[in-house]
C-alpha cells in the first residue's frame, strides 16, 4: 500500500517559516514529477511548486522568493521550506505525486490527506 504522508503544518506568526515534508511509503522503485498544492477555505485547489525527479523546479508567482521545494530521491520524501509567511498564506496543503513506479505497476495522481498551515497573529 502506497502512501504519501504530509508533515509539518502548524500555526506560524505572519513573517515566520515553516518546513513542510511529504513522505512516501511502501513498495516504491522510483516518482517522477513531486508537488505541493494548497487549498485556501472557499478556494480552488491551486498549485504551489512542483520539482522533477531531476530536481527541475518551478513556483507559483505568489510565492516565488518566500518558499523553496526540494526532494531527497533515496528517502522518496519532498520538502517545502516556506519563509515570510504570510495571513493569505493560510491553507492545506497537500502533496502530490504524478506517477508512482511500483511493483505491481504505475500509480497516477497521487495525493496524500494534506497538512494545515495558518499563519495568523
Known amino acids: 500500500q502506497v502512501q504519501l504522508v504530509e508533515s509539518g503544518g502548524g500555526l506560524v506568526q505572519p513573517g515566520g517559516s515553516l518546513r513542510l515534508s511529504c513522505a512516501a511509503s511502501g513498495s516504491i522503485f522510483s516518482i517522477d514529477k513531486m508537488a505541493w498544492y494548497r487549498q485556501a477555505p472557499g478556494k480552488q485547489r491551486e498549485l504551489v511548486a512542483g520539482i522533477t525527479r531531476d530536481s527541475s523546479r518551478s513556483y507559483a508567482d505568489s510565492v516565488k522568493g518566500r518558499f523553496a521545494i526540494s526532494r531527497d530521491n533515496t528517502k522518496n520524501t519532498m520538502y517545502l521550506q516556506m519563509s515570510s509567511l504570510q495571513p493569505e498564506d493560510t491553507a492545506v496543503y497537500y502533496c502530490?505525486?504524478?506517477?508512482?513506479?511500483?511493483?505491481?505497476?504505475?500509480?497516477?495522481?497521487?495525493w496524500g490527506q494534506g497538512t494545515q498551515v495558518t499563519v495568523s497573529s
Open positions: 502530490n505525486a504524478d506517477r508512482i513506479y511500483v511493483r505491481s505497476g504505475t500509480l497516477y495522481d497521487y
